[in-house]
């Protein structure tokens, strides 16, 4: 059984930070790419930012210079740090991870519960 949970989600005011934590636990044999995605209230889910194995990253447009995505694969943890939030930064974020478990006979996606994020004076 393998499972994602985030954590550093809350209410921030315009301009703040905040730090995105996903840690998957369980029976793993390795992980690819580590992705945060976020969904805002009626819309569809859009990916923030991906980081490979081997720690090539990839940003949305919108959070470029503003958000950076790391690993620790040790911990089998991927992280978001925030900066120069906006209001528009406001939604559910979730953690994502494609990962081959141990005994498995191929590649799996599993996602986070999703932690919110709100941005608001």
């Known amino acids: 059984q393998v499972q994602l949970v985030e954590s550093g989600g809350g209410l921030v005011q315009p301009g703040g930070s905040l730090r995105l934590s996903c840690a998957a636990s369980g029976s793993i044999f390795s992980i690819d790419a580590m992705d945060w995605y976020r969904q805002a209230p009626g819309k569809q889910r859009e990916s923030v930012a991906t980081?490979?194995?081997?720690?090539?990253?990839n940003y949305a447009d919108s959070v470029k210079g503003r958000f950076t995505i790391s690993r620790d694969n040790l911990k089998n943890t991927v992280y978001l740090q925030m900066n120069s939030l906006k209001p528009e930064d406001t939604a559910v974020y979730y953690c994502?991870?494609?990962?081959?478990?141990?005994?498995?006979?191929?590649?799996?996606?599993?996602w986070g519960q999703g932690t919110q994020v709100t941005v608001s004076s």
């Open positions: 980081i490979t194995s081997v720690g090539m990253t």
């Open positions: 994502y991870a494609r990962l081959w478990e141990k005994g498995g006979s191929n590649w799996t996606n599993y």
